[in-house]
């Protein structure tokens, strides 16, 4: 197993920058309707890059955790195993400054890459690339992060996954 | 003298004023006549029409044969046009509607094509002249991704992609199982990872189309059972596998291709990484599966590398029939059934047919791969003709009617070597030395959309009409 990349999350806020200078991921939401609903994501992309823009002293936005969600809560360390073409635990529900790692599973590639652009920093296919190979990322910041895979999938489509943070207060 | 010049001018002022006049107003009745008539453009007052000898009435006439002329449909199939309607393929996608064609002039189109549409087609003007692609950039991953029913995609070129060339998928977790695809003499090259694949998919076509220089398989086709899917009529070269099918079969006809200069040929295969293993139930038949083992390919995983020039191997396949195939020169072995070790599970290869197939010039034409002595996990071999095998006799000692004998004269994991040091050529700069002679639709400005919402050559298809092919 190659050496775990461990990057902590910066906020969403303009300093932290998303790896889309060319705006391709603006461009892979389903538009032009402003409200993208799916079965397994259940959000409204567009409130919640409103939401994660703002500033981090406002409080953040009330989280619905869906029916289904995996509860993780309390927990220091979640894994989430990735095979071929799928995040096997597909929602989440974590507590602020839970090390999250993404394992490789499958015989593919895969890359993780937020649902609304600048969310959180990017794992890129090359850290995922083979069976084994593992990522890690912390959120530190309660709020809904929907990701997907690029290679298979889109902001709303395919492959994707959701990680929904909870301030240890409410845990 | 004077006087006399005068009055030729005036003479000729008049004469010009007399004659002139009334061709103004026939041109201008042709005209009105020519747009409400067509070609008709005979007028009630064109006197010219009995004096054909004066200049006006042949000036006339080819002005009102041009006008008379419909002018050609620009547009006749009524399609989403990129770039004259829409800057983008993707916009053109994005505003089709079920029943659409979005058709693309030539050129090179940086972009990565998501589907989100059923029952929609997407042409190129010419196979060759239209090229998707992507420039081996992460951020855009596929040529076209399809995440919708119906669609299909012709008649043009897909390279370059950091991931795929097309790809349909369904997806799984969320039970969507995508309905109806099609693929149409399309080239995939140098992709990073599949040519043209179709993944948690059913009720395909792929035909007539190309791929060369991908890591892992110029086709693949993963997780459906049944998949329902017809492969006929393609070609598979200089990739790491010719194709891969892991976890697919049920109604999966793969026929009358071509899959030659691979690293490794055909592989149907189970695997823990994706769902619905284990993987049966496939037909392969009038392939003609030759000269695989090519170094001038990129190396895929170690896995694969154990298969390196074998024309057919089925690591924990089962239920296969392989059938009148044509498997030559195959640097290591023509068919091998094999176990796959896979993480903490151990995958056989159990009650595959392997029938009437011709077997020329490969390394060992027939191979039963396995761990230890054991029976032959309903494994059988009939009306081969072949020339070498392990266990000797294959067809004597595995029959597919009869009592099966004693497989003790097998081969173990040690026929997989892999070759030595072969350099590992970048899949960037992999060869395609087929991808020029490869014909393009016919008609494509005017041929009408077919979606993939029905597929009457996957509904029609008759396995008993398939042959041996004659190869070269």
Redo the contacts between chains.
Sequence with gaps: MRAGLVVVLCLASASCAGD?P?G?FE??R??PAPIVE???LDIDLDTLADATAEPETASPPAVEIPAGALDRTGRRAVDIDI????FEQ?VIVVTAGTEITWTN?????H?VRPAVVGAFESI??AALA??GDAASLVFTKPGDYPYFC?????AT???TGRVIVVSADSA | MRRFLALLFVLALAAAACGGSPNDNDNADTDTSAAEAGAETSEPGDESDSEPDEGPIVEDEPEQQAESEPEPDPNPLGALRVPEDYPTI?DAV?AAVPGDIVLIAEGVYNE?V?V?TDNIVIRGVDRHGVVLDGMHS?????GI?V?ANGVAVENLTVQNY???GV?F?G????DFLLEGYRISHVTALNNR?YGLYA?NATYGLIENSYAAGHTDSGYYV??CQPCRALLVNNISEYNTLAYSG?NAGGELYVVNNEFRLNRIGVTPNT?S??ELAPQRGAVFAGNWIHSNGNPETSKG?DIWELAYGVGMVLPGANENLILRNLIENNRNGGVAISFLPDGDVFWQATNNQIRENVFVGNGIDIVMVQQAPGDGLGNCFAGNDYTSSRPADVETVLPCDGQQGDVSDMIGIEFFAPPAADENIPYEDVASPGAADQPGMADPLTAPPVTAEVIPEFDTFDLDAITVPTGS
């Design positions: 889309d060319a391709l461009q892979s389903v538009g799916s079965e397994t095979r071929d073409n799928v597909r599973q499958g015989r593919n590639e890359n890129s296919a083979v069976k690029s290679l298979h999938g889109t489509n395919g492959q | 993707q994005d990565s998501s989100e992460e951020d855009l991953a596929n991704i995440f950091f991931s795929n790809f998928t997806d799984y977790d969320s990872k993944f993963g997780q892991t695997l990484s994706e995983g």
